[in-house]
């Protein structure tokens, strides 16, 4: 928004901001705050940071966990949440030292600076634009509670299914069970809510290209945005949720982009499409090639699906994440691409002909990632399937213009596919991370902490029982 500090400094006066918000994202993607009355931001805020406790972060240990905020005035913009008007804005985290400060090099933002770094170092290209799709559900009503004697979780929305006998304030137009895709109101309870947070998305400079209900039917909703490049993609994920989660609340609603809140429902993926672009020219384009691809852009997929296990450790870092990537439910379980099959984990759009436009979209991340090591860890595979020249053909990965979730188990057994779970995830990590620390775009500190991190998630999960086991095992 800004390119200096006066600049800024004249927006707040003019606008009669008082407060100023300094946004941070930490290990696992949560953004956290600190802010400052609007008098205090100074040249000196900007060349010297805001000192806090990097441990809180899961980034530093405790004792060397000293560091600062640095705000980047470019990505600036009101709080459309703020009670007091409030200029907020993202920033890098740097580590104190001496002669003078410099970049941590595990700080997400970091991360993402130099995978676009390296990509123009490589001569491949200049950038890797992309454009996520945002699924999320929106209930009324969220209860959780696990405690040692107690596992529960209970959700609800007007327009479920499962409200139909309801005897008060019964209008009669609930949402079919995953029958939700572009159906209209009043079935679609949401549209109104969609377009307002669309418009606030807008107001903060964050193109929607449209919205509708999807196929989930207690209230899942999807909004796509127009492209961008990575890192400035990576800013607009963590915007699009702060928006859409403060609008819910401010409506009395809750948001989750969780992967499968809901059993037996269609679960919430993060779509991401990309393509590359060198001096403002496609480099995916290829008239003669495979759906109009290039060798450039079928190295690029044979790069993700040769690295796809443990590409999942970072576009799918949670537990539930595996729940959604399971058949039946247009998630992609199998590695694999093709054109226009929402099967594969790989989809190529068949609509996008212009050279421009070609591209293709990885299906498998979901919204509990942190984009900002997600993005960079997509780019990282594909400039490797470039330079080693994987051709996802010959390494058997397809193309599957056809449904793999009717294959034959005999079948199936000759596909690879995604891994079932977390800990599968993190072992191929463990396995296969060189792509990633090319260059020092992924610190090997940083995965090791990430692993570690993520392991410890998994290991609650695994040893707490679970209500369904209950149901299962009780009485035995």
Known sequence: ?????SEAKEYCKKNEIMMVDFMMIDLNGRWRHLTMPVDRLTQATMEDGIGFDGSNYSFAPIEASDMVFIPDLSTA???????????????DVYVIDLPSNRRFDQDPRNV???AEEYLKNTGIADEMRIGPEFEFHVFDHVS??????????HVDTQQAEWNTGIESSNLGYKMPKKGGYHMAPPMDILSGFRSRVSMMMEKQGIPVKYHHHEVGGPGQLEIEVEFGGMREMADKTMMTKYIIKNAAVAEGKTVTFMPKPIYGEAGNGMHV????????KPVFYDKKGYSQLSDTALYFIGGLLKHAPSLCAFTNPSTN?????VPGYEAPVTIGYATSNRSAVIRIPAYAKAPADKRFELRCPDGTCNPYYAYSAILMAGIDGIKKKIDPEKEGYGPYDFNLYNLTKKEQAKIK????????ALDALEKDNKYLTESGVFPKKLIEIWIEHKRAESARYNEMPQPVEYDMYYDL
């Open 77 to 91: 913009y009101t709080d459309l949440f703020a009670e007091v008007p409030t200029l907020a804005m993202i920033g």
């Open 112 to 114: 993402a600076f130099h």
């Open 417 to 424: 596919s995604l891994p079932q779970s977390l800990d599968e």
């Open 273 to 280: 499409h990309m393509h590359l672009f060198k001096k403002g």
């Open 321 to 325: 994440s595996y729940k959604r990537l």
């Open 1 to 5: 928004m800004f390119k200096t500090l």
């Open 144 to 153: 959780y509670a696990v405690t040692p004697n107690t596992s529960k979780f």
